[in-house]
T-cell receptor
Framework: DTAVSQTPKYLVTQMGNDKSIKCEQNLGHDTMYWYKQDSKKFLKIMFSYNNKELIINETVPNRFSPKSPDKAHLNLHINSLELGDSAVYFC?????????????FGPGTRLTVL | SQKIEQNSEALNIQEGKTATLTCNYTNYSPAYLQWYRQDPGRGPVFLLLIRENEKEKRKERLKVTFDTTLKQSLFHITASQPADSATYLCALVMDSNYQLIWGAGTKLIIKP
């Protein structure tokens, strides 16, 4: 059983396009996250949702918009893609907000903007 | 400035030996520290969590220490095996918002 799943695994697109990445978790967790991992391997938090409510919104261009239709799903929509958006994007979830507990990660989506 | 540093070079260890990875931080006061393992093309997988009032935590062949005075955590793998080869990431957990701040990871290579 896949705990945190993301689609697609790979996304290759042209500059200026709009794309979405979907994430689903079947762990019953309340909190979900989007991270960006750049070429230097740093993981940087982008957004965090707790039970469909946005709780962390780091300095991310407003071309990036998360959407949480329910607490099991957190999608990421990116408008007007730029070369610098190329990275691996990870979705993650954790049981409770403010618990400091472990996070469970999806397999990642490698986005390449040409 | 705030930063987290892990060994930037890959660490090569002979099978059977103990591998020790370092996570140093400056200008942070984390409530917790977590260690994750990341294999190529995959997401990080949680290994251990240690709280600021804990000196040491163990799980099977893994041991983590946390020295808030030195602002350092050490991650040990005893009796290392080639299957332990991966990148290991440390993450500080701030008690203000429980956000994770990540190091860049250390690539560990265990040679048979």
């Amino acid at each position: 059983d896949t705990a945190v799943s993301q689609t697609p695994k790979y996304l290759v697109t042209q500059m200026g396009n709009d794309k979405s990445i979907k994430c689903e978790q079947n762990l019953g967790h309340d909190t979900m996250y989007w991270y960006k991992q750049d070429s230097k391997k740093f993981l940087k938090i982008m957004f965090s949702y707790n039970n469909k409510e946005l709780i962390i919104n780091e300095t991310v261009p407003n071309r990036f918009s998360p959407k949480s239709p329910d607490k099991a799903h957190l999608n990421l929509h990116i408008n007007s893609l730029e070369l610098g958006d190329s990275a691996v994007y990870f979705c993650a979830s954790s049981p409770l907000r403010g618990s400091g507990d472990e996070q469970f990660f999806g397999p990642g989506t490698r986005l390449t903007v040409l | 400035s705030q930063k987290i540093e892990q060994n930037s070079e890959a660490l090569n260890i002979q099978e059977g030996k103990t591998a020790t990875l370092t996570c140093n931080y400056t200008n942070y006061s984390p409530a917790y520290l977590q260690w994750y393992r990341q294999d190529p093309g995959r997401g990080p997988v949680f290994l251990l969590l240690i709280r600021e009032n804990e000196k040491e935590k163990r799980k099977e062949r893994l041991k983590v220490t946390f020295d808030t005075t030195l602002k350092q955590s050490l991650f040990h793998i005893t009796a290392s095996q080639p299957a332990d080869s991966a990148t290991y990431l440390c993450a500080l957990v701030m008690d203000s918002n429980y956000q994770l701040i990540w190091g860049a990871g250390t690539k560990l290579i265990i040679k048979p």
